[in-house]
């Protein structure tokens, strides 16, 4: 297939617009904030114990131990370069939590209900689809059995309970003892009292009680643990020392633990995950070390060494990318340009993923091979606020004098039918707040800053090869 022929299009930054790509056009992860209501203290007659502190026998929550024969990742910093990158990396760091703030979404159980416009992704299938429906339904089942756990279930706070438990973020290593923060019992004066807290993943266990004290703790290191006593008091300093461990490795699920006393019944979750080392990048001093400019040609040398040439005019050091497709490659020289040469038409999704997997730096710009940089093209004013919105994955620019951009929604609608999606053109969700010029949308032109790590989690589809353009 002969190349595009579109006369060369000017890439400049009037206002740039936020976006966190997704599904057909860029396939980017898409994170929402969250927010957290505040405790409102419940009145109760007994007295409230301080936060516990860790068991001896657990994981302290502050610096690590290594084990012997570990290596500690600050030990390899050279001395002369410690200060400075121990700055940078804080900086990162702090970007780093937060955007792996916890994810809600709430999933559908119903039939989607689409708007007029919306396209129900079961009217694209052809008609004869059974076998289809069927191979899909078990494939989604695959997907939600890798994706999803016990920590989807809904939960729901009881009414003015005793129990006191966490609620959220309580997260456990696999197979590593973690005590369980904030677990009491606020109850008025009784003769005895008697808690049992149960789980179906893992063990939980607390101290032994010591000669004299008048508790009795039955099924310590099972799924069930029962706790009685007639003191208040010491029955609490013995659920303050309680801690989960987690008997099957798994990287990444949970467990629900059941909190009674009495009639009153609390259900909480636990999120076993393996931790893991934070993606980041050095940004260094300038922007040659923190963006990488990235593009897909396929039979348009003229128009791609046209990019180039405007691109060295501002930006003379800074690494370039270079996919290619082209039926009779040809050679691209000059410093700091990394050209890849691909089978033949393998189409712009395939080259694009080609592209981000050799970025090693923090970002990288993507432009068509038919764009032209201009004294308006400020990459830096891209970072600067990518920088200052670490929740963000893409920023998308304007080309030509002209805005592209979309937004969509999208109902996942039910396990035999699937969703429908609804695309709005030049629809915007809000302006990104601290910058009124810029909005949030789903999609942008392809003239975008995109977070290398985000896109590379997610990629491209390389079977769209010729509908990746604007």
């Keep these: 297939?002969?190349?595009?022929?579109?006369?060369?299009?000017?890439?400049?930054?009037?206002?740039?617009?936020?976006?966190?790509?997704?599904?057909?056009?860029?396939?980017?992860?898409?994170?929402?904030?969250?927010?957290?209501?505040?405790?409102?203290?419940?009145?109760?007659?007994?007295?409230?114990?301080?936060?516990?502190?860790?068991?001896?026998?657990?994981?302290s929550p502050g610096p690590c131990t290594c084990a012997n024969g570990s290596t500690l990742l600050k030990n390899v910093v050279p001395k002369n370069q410690a200060v400075e990158l121990r700055k940078r990396r804080e900086k990162e760091f702090q970007q780093h939590k937060a955007r792996v703030l916890a994810r809600n979404q709430l999933p559908s159980k119903t039939a989607c209900t689409c708007s007029p416009g919306s396209?129900?992704?079961?009217?694209?299938?052809?008609?004869?689809?059974?076998?289809?429906?069927?191979?899909?339904?078990?494939?989604?089942?695959?997907?939600?059995?890798?994706?999803?756990?016990?920590?989807?279930?809904?939960?729901?706070?009881?009414s003015n309970s005793p129990l006191q438990y966490p609620i959220q973020g309580f997260k456990v290593r696999p197979m590593t003892p973690t005590f369980i923060p904030g677990l009491a019992l606020h109850a008025e004066q009784r003769s005895n009292y008697t808690v049992s807290l149960e789980v179906s993943e893992g063990v939980l266990r607390t101290t032994i009680p010591a000669?004299?004290?008048?508790?009795?703790?039955?099924?310590?290191?099972?799924?069930?643990?029962?706790?009685?006593?007639?003191?208040?008091?010491?029955?609490?300093?013995?659920?303050?020392?309680?801690?989960?461990t987690s008997t099957i490795y798994h990287i990444h699920t949970g467990d629900l633990a059941t909190f009674q006393f009495e009639d009153h019944e609390a259900v909480f979750p636990i999120t076993i995950k393996q931790p893991q080392p934070p993606v980041l990048y050095d940004m260094g001093t300038d922007i040659n070390s923190q963006v990488t400019i990235t593009t897909k040609t396929f039979l348009r040398y003229p128009e791609l060494n046209a990019l180039l040439k405007t691109i060295r005019e501002f930006y003379k050091d800074i690494?370039?990318?270079?996919?290619?497709?082209?039926?009779?490659?040809?050679?691209?020289?000059?410093?700091?340009?990394?050209?890849?040469?691909?089978?033949?038409?393998?189409?712009?999704?395939?080259?694009?993923?080609?592209?981000?997997?050799?970025?090693?730096?923090?970002?990288?710009?993507?432009?068509?091979?038919?764009?032209l940089f201009t004294k308006w093209t400020k990459i830096e004013e891209l970072v600067k606020v990518m920088e200052a919105n670490p929740e963000l994955d893409v920023l998308g620019g304007k080309v030509g004098g002209d805005q592209f951009y979309f937004s969509l929604?999208?109902?996942?609608?039910?396990?035999?039918?699937?969703?429908?999606?609804?695309?709005?053109?030049?629809?915007?969700?809000?302006?990104?707040?601290?910058?009124?010029?810029?909005?949030?949308?789903?999609?942008?032109?392809?003239?975008?800053?995109?977070?290398?790590?985000?896109?590379?989690?997610?990629?491209?589809?390389?079977?769209?090869?010729?509908?990746?353009h604007s």
């Design 319 to 371: 690494e370039i990318i270079i996919a290619d497709d082209s039926m009779k490659p040809e050679k691209i020289p000059g410093p700091h340009i990394q050209q890849f040469i691909m089978p033949p038409a393998q189409g712009w999704f395939a080259g694009r993923n080609l592209a981000v997997s050799q970025v090693t730096t923090k970002y990288f710009l993507w432009v068509d091979d038919d764009f």
């Design 409 to 468: 929604i999208y109902d996942e609608g039910d396990e035999v039918e699937g969703g429908c999606m609804y695309r709005k053109s030049r629809r915007r969700f809000h302006s990104l707040p601290g910058y009124p010029q810029c909005s949030v949308v789903n999609g942008v032109v392809n003239f975008f800053l995109a977070r290398t790590d985000a896109v590379q989690r997610v990629g491209f589809d390389p079977q769209l090869k010729r509908l990746a």
């Design 119 to 158: 396209t129900q992704l079961k009217d694209r299938l052809p008609p004869d689809s059974e076998e289809l429906f069927k191979r899909r339904a078990k494939e989604l089942q695959q997907h939600k059995a890798r994706t999803e756990s016990v920590l989807s279930t809904r939960l729901y706070a009881p």
């Design 1 to 59: 297939m002969a190349g595009f022929k579109r006369a060369p299009r000017v890439a400049l930054l009037v206002c740039v617009f936020v976006a966190c790509v997704f599904i057909s056009y860029y396939k980017f992860s898409v994170e929402f904030s969250t927010h957290i209501v505040p405790n409102r203290h419940r009145p109760s007659k007994t007295k409230r114990l301080p936060p516990p502190l860790p068991p001896s026998h657990l994981p």
């Design 211 to 244: 000669k004299g004290v008048q508790v009795i703790v039955t099924g310590n290191g099972e799924s069930r643990l029962m706790v009685e006593s007639s003191s208040l008091e010491a029955l609490n300093e013995l659920l303050a020392d309680v801690s989960y």
